[in-house]
């Protein structure tokens, strides 16, 4: 994380960070077959429409059409499945340019619509995926750390006892895609007075046991080796 804020010259310190990850529901994917979670695209594929099929087989019209992956369309999680098939990173120089037309941008998103063309990933009416998650509508969703204790609420709401958890996103040479993202903090340039106090602030976040109490306030993963 150290390496974010800086190209050369430091222009801030990194706060606590996020993680780009997937939420599967490990016991409803045991009820329909699947030993472990899945470790390529196509893995996922299958596991999706499997889901889906098993809600149009259940016999309860109202869930027809959901089961797999909740379609998203966040910036970061199209960036994960871009990675997960060879994408390379963004660029983090001034004036690069972004290119997205690259035969890795063309089998990622070939990939997403071949399981919205199947019926295995699915648009949910509600933006939050939770309850969707508990009630077995969805195998897969995209979300991030933030979204942990929203879902432990809303398997105690439905009093669901499924055992779930969070997955890197699979990748075609078989090694996860995780992407991390995060607040950088930083001090402007005013008084000498108002950026000591500045630094003096910054130096206070930075010990290890306010990054703990921060990090265990939000969920997120704390900056520095020592606060863990």
């Given at each position: 994380f150290w390496t974010e804020g800086s190209d050369g010259q430091r222009w801030g310190i990194p706060a606590e960070q996020n993680v780009q990850v997937i939420f599967y529901n490990e016991s409803w994917a045991q009820a329909l077959g699947f030993s472990h979670p899945p470790s390529t695209p196509d893995e996922f594929k299958t596991q999706a429409c499997a889901a889906m099929k098993a809600n149009v087989a259940d016999g309860a019209p109202e869930n027809d059409g959901t089961g797999g992956w909740i379609l998203s369309t966040d910036p970061l999680a199209l960036e994960s499945w871009r990675m997960a098939f060879g994408g390379e990173m963004l660029p983090a120089q001034e004036g690069q340019a972004y290119i997205f037309n690259t035969p890795a941008s063309i089998k990622a998103f070939t990939f997403l619509k071949s399981l919205i063309d199947q019926n295995c990933a699915w648009t949910a009416r509600d933006p939050a995926p939770y309850p969707y998650f508990a009630q077995r509508e969805a195998l897969f969703y995209s979300g991030s750390l933030l979204d942990l204790p929203f879902q432990v609420r809303a398997m105690e709401f439905a009093k669901s006892s499924d055992r779930w958890t969070v997955l890197e996103y699979p990748s075609l040479s078989g090694s996860p895609v995780v992407l991390a993202n995060g607040n950088i903090n930083a001090v402007l340039r005013s008084?000498?007075?108002?950026?000591?106090?500045?630094?003096?602030?910054?130096?206070?976040?930075?010990?290890?046991?306010?990054?703990?109490?921060?990090?265990?306030?939000?969920?997120?993963?704390?900056?520095?080796q020592s606060a863990l």
């Open positions: 008084t000498d007075t108002q950026q000591l106090a500045g630094w003096l602030f910054l130096r206070y976040l930075m010990l290890p046991r306010v990054e703990a109490r921060l990090a265990g306030a939000s969920g997120l993963i704390p900056a520095r």
